[in-house]
């Protein structure tokens, strides 16, 4: 039996709900990338959109993208608001469903990938390492939980990405030009990090690197932003920060560190 919360009801609360089409894209782009290997072993494609939101077009749209890396991929969108699955169910087509729920992720089988987007940015800090764990335990062998958030049409996204064990990284991905120094990324940091930017907390090092690179980066600026960034990501990797993408990843506007360089002071995380 899937688990379930107290008295059998869904473990969470309802959120805003606001999203947009293509909203997702830049982690989705990460997914079938330099994860799709993830997918492609799974015993069981099943992949979980967790609390999709008022509208389930990003759900529709993991779906076909994750398509293109197994065709037969099974994405389940679960929303703990009736409302919002009676709506998607129209949309339900073979490998694409939908149903209520919460963070028990209420499925007989295991996911090899959740994706819970915008959703723990509207919970409390406190809140956020048991809902890690509660998902982490439902994962499949060799799985991966991505908490994120972004802006509202995916412009500047942040997530972290956790195994069965632990937290393994934040990644971050931008839009050129939609930004004057790397630092405004910070706030759209997920839940667990997007209030430690402040002084003395890893992240903070960590953004405040970034915009010295960025800015000694300048010379390159008639050369267009990608190069920028990429000489950005370089000394940032340079410099001894533990970088675990490469060119190919930052010509789109991605870094991704290891999540022990930015973990907050203190965290009991799992």
Same mark, same amino acid.
């Given at each position: 039996m899937a688990p379930k919360g107290r008295s059998g009801r869904p &473990? =969470?609360? &309802? %959120?805003?709900? %606001? %999203?947009?089409?293509?909203?997702? !894209?830049? $982690? +989705?782009? #990460? $997914? %079938? =990338?330099?994860?799709? #290997? !993830? $997918? !492609?072993?799974?015993? +069981?494609? $099943?992949v979980v959109d967790l609390g999709y939101g008022a509208t389930p077009a990003t759900a529709v749209e993991l779906f076909d993208r994750l398509r293109t890396v197994r065709h037969d991929v099974r994405v389940c969108g679960i929303e703990i608001e009736p409302e919002r699955v009676r709506v998607a169910k129209a949309l339900e087509r073979p490998g694409l469903t939908f149903r209520v729920g919460g963070f028990e992720l209420p499925l007989a089988d295991r996911p090899v990938l959740v994706r819970a987007f915008n959703v723990l940015r509207q919970y409390e800090e406190a809140d956020v390492a048991g809902i890690w764990r509660l998902v982490q335990g439902r994962l499949a062998p060799g799985g991966l939980f991505i908490d994120g958030t972004c802006d509202e049409i995916g412009r500047r996204v942040t997530w972290v990405a956790l195994d069965a064990e632990r937290p393994l990284s934040l990644s971050m991905s931008v839009r050129f030009g939609s930004f004057d120094l790397p630092s405004e990324v910070a706030e759209r940091l997920p839940k667990v990090l997007i209030h430690r930017n402040v002084p003395g907390e890893p992240v903070h090092k960590l953004m405040q690197a970034m915009d010295r690179a960025w800015l000694e980066s300048a010379p390159l600026a008639p050369f267009g932003n990608r190069q920028r960034w990429h000489a950005m990501c370089r000394a940032l990797l340079d410099g001894g920060w533990p970088v675990q993408d490469g060119p190919s990843r930052w010509r789109l506007g991605e870094l991704t560190v290891d999540w022990a360089a930015v973990a907050p002071l203190g965290h009991q995380g799992p």
């Open positions: &473990v =969470g609360n &309802v %959120t805003r709900g %606001t %999203t947009n089409p293509n909203r997702m !894209r830049r $982690l +989705d782009r #990460w $997914l %079938t =990338g330099p994860q799709a #290997w !993830r $997918l !492609r072993a799974a015993e +069981d494609p $099943l």
